[in-house]
């Protein structure tokens, strides 16, 4: 099984930055697709963005341009970095990790791994 463990959230001025961090353990992370969801109160859990074991990244439309995935396979570690905050982008910023498939996606049921998640709130 991969343990996965979020940071870097906090309280951020609307158009301010944060990069958030998710650090895997076990496993062979570097076979495995990288993704970041999001859950606001009253909201269903939506996508962010995705990185596969080849680097190639995908982002919802409602990031692109802002925010920024990556991966460093020598410390299993997969960011977020977020720039241009919004407060719609205020939300609890989960990790998962898609262990037995390459490809790319977009829904929750796809990933058998999940961080607990990290609070991100943007003041306006």
């Known amino acids: 099984q991969v343990q996965l463990v979020e940071s870097g959230g906090g309280l951020v001025q609307a158009g301010g930055s944060l990069r958030l961090s998710c650090v895997a353990s076990g496993g062979t992370f570097s076979t495995y697709g990288m993704g970041w969801f999001r859950q606001a109160p009253g909201k269903e859990r939506e996508f962010v963005a995705h990185?596969?074991?080849?680097?190639?990244?995908y982002y919802a439309d409602s990031v692109k341009g802002r925010f920024t995935i990556s991966r460093d396979n020598a410390k299993n570690t997969v960011y977020l970095q977020m720039n241009s905050l919004k407060p719609e982008d205020t939300a609890v910023y989960s990790c998962?990790?898609?262990?037995?498939?390459?490809?790319?996606?977009?829904?929750?049921?796809?990933?058998?791994?999940w961080g607990q998640g990290t609070q991100v709130t943007v003041s306006s």
């Open positions: 998962a990790a898609r262990t037995y498939s390459r490809e790319v996606s977009t829904t929750p049921r796809d990933y058998d791994s």
């Open positions: 990185i596969r074991w080849s680097g190639s990244t």
